[in-house]
């Protein structure tokens, strides 16, 4: 799998240089959703690698998507290469088992590997799935995606499908979409999740919607799916970088509340490489190399915070509904300056800008005390609201130790899975994240 990121880093920075010139945004300041909501039933999706699945039976993909569906997501968007010889299996057991559960699922061909030569190949697939009991419908066609690919034309494939499409690629640059009638697409995805002036270029912060903005201002009415991510951070030789992303986990949630997009595409359930994903760590998953920085590093408990704002978001309430006390953490293994002498590579672009901090979300019914105690640091108590509020203390090394009292009585708490240390074999600016739930 290691050098199919080498093929993908260079595909993608070269597609990236096509939109060379274009005027950066990073520091304009959030418009506080000011851009026209998008009206209509809202879906949540979430960016699924069939590309590191090809030992996966069908208990596999049946245990994701029942994962998936407990939280509210819709659909796996199923991103899929065209040099893979298991991409016909997976993608067969990945629709057997979706239909199986009630779950849905869509193509998102990976255009790091498709080209706008291999029309017939895709139309292909759209032909056999795009009816499908399984396949995700959206304003009266199958639903389609694309990693970058730009410039391909939807129309042959349209033509050549005997059921309706509804094709939403992803663009690079907003502006592009003024010309998705010349190649019949539907909308467009963005893929700027993480604080940025475009491309993989990384910014301090914070994060805006100011890439979502533009998206909706060009559409004109077009649908819009827009990304959630609650991290980036990866340690390739190919590619090795950390977007500014600590508070995203809450923070872009909140702005979703506030845009109201038609759709949102989670990045992602199961990408380990760039430590985003919220899914379970699955054994079954081929190892491109990501194991350094991604066993051990459970994500889990981001599902149990992305669940209330779900909810939120689908009904169109401005706030997420708290029924459950409960809190979720996150925190790297490591302050930032850690030297890692056994890494054969250089701590990833991008740290510098990180602040060494431990994050903690809290989720009440009413307001309460929360108490952390982070390594030898002191504890520190902050008067918390209900709902879900985000506090940060500075990290200390040494265990982790969170606390809610109540009217005087403790009602969480709870020690963090993992203890920083102060020195590590190489660098991982992955997150460790868990929870503590009421009893």
Request: net charge neutral.
């Amino acid at each position: 799998m290691y050098w199919k990121t080498l093929v993908r880093l260079a595909v993608f920075a070269a597609s990236i240089l096509l939109t060379a010139g274009l005027p950066t945004f990073g520091n304009e300041t959030f418009n506080n959703g000011t851009s026209t909501p998008q009206a209509g039933d809202k879906y949540v999706f979430a960016h699924f690698m069939v590309g590191i699945v090809e030992n996966y039976q069908l208990p596999d993909w049946i245990a994701d998507m029942t994962a998936a569906q407990a939280i509210g997501i819709d659909a796996f968007a199923l991103n899929c290469a065209s040099i893979d010889k298991y991409t016909p299996t997976q993608l067969a057991l990945a629709y057997q088992a979706a239909q199986q559960v009630n779950f849905k699922v869509f193509i998102s061909f990976d255009f790091a590997y498709w080209s706008n030569g291999d029309t017939a190949k895709i139309t292909a697939y759209m032909q056999q799935y795009a009816n499908h009991p399984a396949q995700m419908q959206y304003k009266g066609g199958a639903l389609v995606s694309t990693f970058v690919g730009d410039s391909f034309n939807w129309g042959p494939v349209k033509q050549g499908t005997s059921h309706p499409i509804h094709a939403v690629p992803n663009l690079q640059d907003p502006a592009a979409s003024s010309s998705n009638g010349q190649r019949s697409a539907n909308g467009a995805f963005s893929w700027y999740g993480w604080p940025t002036d475009g491309g993989n270029s990384i910014i301090q912060g914070p994060m805006t919607t100011i890439w979502d903005d533009r998206y909706i201002k060009d559409l004109k009415g077009a649908t819009y799916m827009a990304p959630v991510s609650p991290w980036f951070s990866t340690h390739f030789n190919s590619k090795n970088w950390v977007f500014i992303c600590e508070n995203l986990p809450t923070l872009r949630w909140e702005q979703m509340l506030s845009l109201k997009p038609s759709l949102i595409e989670i990045i992602s359930w199961n990408d380990y490489g760039e430590s985003h994903y919220i899914g379970p760590y699955s054994a079954n998953h081929s190892d491109d190399g990501s194991s350094k920085w991604a066993t051990g590093m459970p994500h889990d408990a981001w599902r149990d915070l992305y669940k209330p704002y779900i909810a939120a978001y689908k009904s169109g309430a401005a706030k997420p509904t708290i029924d459950k006390d409960g809190l979720v953490y996150w925190y790297r293994p490591t302050p930032k300056g850690v030297s890692c002498p056994q890494d054969n590579l250089p701590a990833p672009n991008g740290f510098q800008m990180l602040s060494d901090t431990i994050f903690v979300a809290t989720m009440l019914t009413s307001p309460a005390t929360l108490t952390i105690t982070s390594g030898s640091n002191a504890p520190v108590r902050v008067e918390v609201g209900a709902g879900i509020v985000t506090t940060n203390v500075t990290m200390g090394i040494g265990n982790q130790v969170f606390s809610v009292s109540r009217d005087g009585k403790t009602i969480l708490s709870g020690q963090g899975g993992l203890a920083v240390q102060d020195q590590s074999k190489y660098y991982n600016f992955n997150v460790y994240v868990g929870g503590i739930q009421a009893k």
